[in-house]
C-alpha cells in the first residue's frame, strides 16, 4: 500500500538505533534473568575428579570379571566413601570399598558394582561383598574427570539468557560471577484525558487505564527495570513535564527507554504527535493492528516509541518494535519470538493490503494437532478477550482470507 512502510523496514529503523548497553558483573544470585555479555568459561572440570554414579562397591574388575550367581566373587572390604569424602584407599588383590553415589573413586579401582549386584547389599556391606553379577566392562558406572566440561571450555555463551539452568551450569563449572548487560530502564507513560485508574468510580466518557500496566509487565518480562509507570491527559504541558523527569540526566533512575501509549495517530489531540515531532518520526506501518507507530532516538542515546492507544494495537506493538530492541539493549543473541505453523481451527477475515496479527488461543485437544482460534473477534480496542491469548496468528498482507484447516505462522508468547 503506498505511503506504508512494511514492519520489516520499521524494525530495521527501530533497531539501527540501538546500542547495547554496559555490563556488570554480577553474582549468580543476582543472575537471574539477565543476558550475558561475555562467555562463561568453566574453572574447573564437571566433573571435577572421577566419580561414582551408583551406591555400591569400588572394585578392580579382574576381581569379579567372572562372578555369576552360581560362580560368585568375593571381595573384602577395606574402606567406606560416602560422599565428600576426601580419602583413596590402596586396593590391593580381591580388596573393594564400599561408596556411595558421587564419591570419588579410589585410583586402584576401575569399575563398580551396585548393591543390588551382590549377595546382601547395603545391608552387610562393611566386611565382604557377594559379587553375583560381574561388570559389563572396566570403567562401568564411574564418572570420569570433564567427561562432560574441562576446565576453560566455554560453557555459556555470550548473549544468552542466563535463567536456572544457565546458573546450575555456571555453578558446577566452579563460575560465582557473570558478566551481564545492565538491565534496561524503561518508562511507560499512557496518554488520554479518558484514562483513570482501575478500580475508580468511572464517569461518562472515562474508562480503566490499562495500556501502562501491559506495558510495563511486558517489558519485565523482557528484561526491562520498569523506572516510571504513569498516564497524563491530552495536555501537552502535563507530557513534557514527565518525559522531562523520566529524561533527566542527573537522576540515577533516568530511563534508556520511554514507551508511550497513545496519542501517535490522525486525530485532533494526539499529544505524543503533537509535543513530540521532531524527537520521533511518525509513520504508518502495513500492519494490523498498529499503523501509527512513533519512533526516535535522542542524543543521550534513550529510545522513544509512540504505540497506538487501543490495547490489542499497543500489545502487539510492543511484541513487533519495543521487544527486539529491549533485547537487542541487552546483547540477546535471539531477539525473536518463537513462531510455528498450526492449522486454524476456523476462517476469519484479514485486512487488505496489511499484515494480520491476530490474539489467538491454542486448541491442544488433540496433541497430535493442534489448532488455532481467534481469542477476539479482532478489534483493536478487545483488551478482555486480549487476556485469553496465548499467541498471535500472523498473516501475510497478500493473504485476503483465513479458511479452518488453513496453515498459518503462529507467534508463541507464553
Known sequence: MSGLRTVEEH???????????????????????????????????????????????????????????????????????????????RLGAGEAARIMTGSPVPSDADAIVPFEDTAAGLADSLATATVLR???????????????????????????????????????????????????????????????????????????????????????????????????????????????????????????????????????????KTTLTGAMEFSKVAMQPGKPQGFGRLESGALLFGLPGNPVSAAVSFEVFVRPALLALQGRNDISRRIIRLAAGTGWRTPPDRRQYLPVTIDRSDPRSWRVLPATSGGSHLAGGLGRAEAYAIVPAEVQAVAAGDLVDVMLIS
Open 11 to 89: 524494525l530495521g529503523v527501530v533497531l539501527s538505533a540501538v546500542t547495547a548497553l554496559p555490563v556488570e558483573r554480577v553474582s549468580l544470585a543476582h543472575a537471574h534473568g539477565r543476558t550475558l555479555r561475555e562467555p562463561v568459561r568453566a574453572a574447573v572440570d564437571i566433573p571435577v575428579f572421577d566419580n561414582s554414579a551408583m551406591d555400591g562397591f569400588a572394585v578392580r574388575f579382574t576381581d569379579v570379571a567372572a562372578a555369576a550367581p552360581d560362580t560368585p566373587a568375593v571381595v573384602r572390604v577395606v574402606a567406606d566413601l560416602p560422599a565428600g569424602t576426601a580419602s583413596d584407599p
Open 134 to 272: 560381574a561388570p559389563q566392562r572396566v570403567g562401568v558406572h564411574i564418572r570420569r574427570a570433564g567427561e562432560d566440561v574441562r576446565a576453560g571450555d566455554v560453557v555459556l555463551p555470550a548473549g544468552e539468557l542466563i535463567g536456572p539452568l544457565q546458573l546450575a551450569a555456571a555453578a558446577a563449572a566452579g563460575v560465582a560471577e557473570l558478566v551481564a548487560s545492565r538491565l534496561p530502564r524503561v518508562a511507560v507513560v499512557s496518554t488520554g484525558s479518558e484514562l483513570v485508574e482501575p478500580g475508580s468510580p468511572l464517569r461518562r466518557g472515562q474508562i480503566p487505564e490499562s495500556n501502562s500496566v501491559l506495558l510495563a509487565a511486558l517489558a519485565a518480562e523482557a528484561g526491562a527495570e520498569v523506572v516510571r509507570r504513569t498516564s497524563v491527559p491530552d495536555d501537552p504541558g502535563a507530557l513534557e513535564s514527565v518525559v522531562a523527569k523520566v529524561l533527566d540526566p542527573d537522576s540515577a533512575a533516568r530511563a534508556d527507554v520511554v514507551i508511550f501509549s497513545g496519542g501517535v495517530s490522525a486525530g485532533a489531540y494526539e499529544v505524543v
